[in-house]
C-alpha cells in the first residue's frame, strides 16, 4: 500500500468518528442563519403519476419480527415471476412511507424511517423489470402521494444498468432495482459540514427495512453498494457534480428485490 493510499483510508476513516464541537468551524448554518430551506418532498417530474395500492391487508405479511431478524440474508437468485403491484406499494411505503408532516414555514415529514432531523434528504427511485401492470421502466417514488412518476422513457437500458451496477447481472435483471439518491441540502441546512455522514447512515436505515419487509411478504433483497457512480448519475438524468447548487442530487445506495428461488 502506497502512502497516497494510506493517507486516503487514514481521511476515510476520519469521516467514520462522530463529530466535535468546532469541527465546522465558526460559521452557522444555515438554519440558524434563518435562510430559507428546500422542500422536504421532491417536486413531481411528470404531470401524471401511477396511484399505489394503500391497502395491504391482501398480502400476506408475517408480524413476528424475531423471525424477520433471524432470517434476514441478502438473496441474488430470484424466481421468474412477477412481485404485485401490491407488493411493490408496500415495499416503497416501508422504506419511505409518510406517516404524517408538521410545521408550515419549513414542514418536516415524519415516515417510516428515522432520519436525521427529520430532513430525510434521500429519493427512491426504481428499474422495473417484472412489475405486474407497471410498464418495463424508471420510475421515481412520490411519498407525499404514494404514486410512482415515469422519471424517463428509457426502457432498454439493460446493458446500461449491468454496466452501472459494476457487471452485477443479478441485480440489474431483478424484478425491481431500488435506487436511491440523496438531495444533500435538505440536511446540510440544518447540519452543514456534519450532513454527510448523517445521510449516509439514514440511507441503512431505509435498506434494512427493505429487507425486513421482504422478509414479510416472502421475497429477498439484496443490498448494492458497488456501483459506477458517474454512469448510474447519468443514467438517471442527475447533473454531475462536485456541485454547490442546493438541487444537487447524487445515487448513494442500491438494492434489488424479488420472490425468493
Not at 9 to 21: A, D, P, S, T, V
Not at 221 to 244: K, M, N, T, V
Amino acid at each position: 500500500m502506497n502512502d497516497k493510499t494510506k493517507q486516503l483510508i487514514m481521511k476515510n476513516r476520519e469521516f467514520l468518528k462522530g463529530y466535535h464541537f468546532g469541527d465546522a468551524g465558526t460559521e452557522k448554518t444555515d438554519q440558524e442563519q434563518e435562510l430559507p430551506g428546500i422542500p422536504c418532498l421532491k417536486k413531481r417530474h411528470q404531470n401524471f403519476a401511477i396511484p399505489l395500492p394503500a391497502e395491504f391487508d391482501k398480502l400476506n405479511i408475517s408480524g413476528d419480527i424475531w423471525d424477520l431478524i433471524m432470517q434476514r440474508k441478502s438473496c441474488r437468485k430470484y424466481r421468474q415471476e412477477e412481485l404485485s403491484l401490491g407488493e411493490l406499494s408496500f415495499l416503497l411505503w416501508a422504506i419511505q412511507g409518510i406517516r404524517k408532516v408538521a410545521g408550515n414555514k419549513n414542514p418536516v415529514t415524519f415516515r417510516s424511517v428515522p432520519s436525521a432531523g427529520s430532513r430525510h434528504p434521500l429519493e427512491t427511485y426504481i428499474f422495473a423489470n417484472h412489475i405486474s401492470g407497471l410498464n418495463k421502466g424508471i420510475y421515481h417514488y412520490l411519498p407525499g402521494e404514494h404514486a410512482l412518476e415515469v422519471w424517463n422513457s428509457n426502457r432498454d437500458y439493460d446493458t446500461q444498468l449491468i454496466r452501472a451496477l459494476c457487471g452485477q447481472h443479478f441485480a440489474a435483471s431483478a424484478p425491481v432495482l431500488f435506487v436511491w439518491s440523496a438531495i444533500p441540502y435538505r440536511t446540510e441546512w440544518r447540519y452543514g459540514l456534519k450532513a454527510s455522514k448523517y445521510i449516509l447512515l439514514d440511507a441503512g436505515h431505509m435498506c434494512q427495512n427493505l429487507y425486513l419487509a421482504c422478509g414479510a411478504i416472502g421475497c429477498g433483497a439484496c443490498a448494492i453498494g458497488a456501483y459506477d457512480q458517474d454512469f448510474l448519475d447519468e443514467l438517471l438524468d442527475f447533473s454531475p457534480g462536485p456541485s454547490s447548487d442546493p438541487k444537487y442530487e447524487c445515487a448513494v445506495y442500491a438494492a434489488c428485490a424479488g420472490h425468493i428461488e
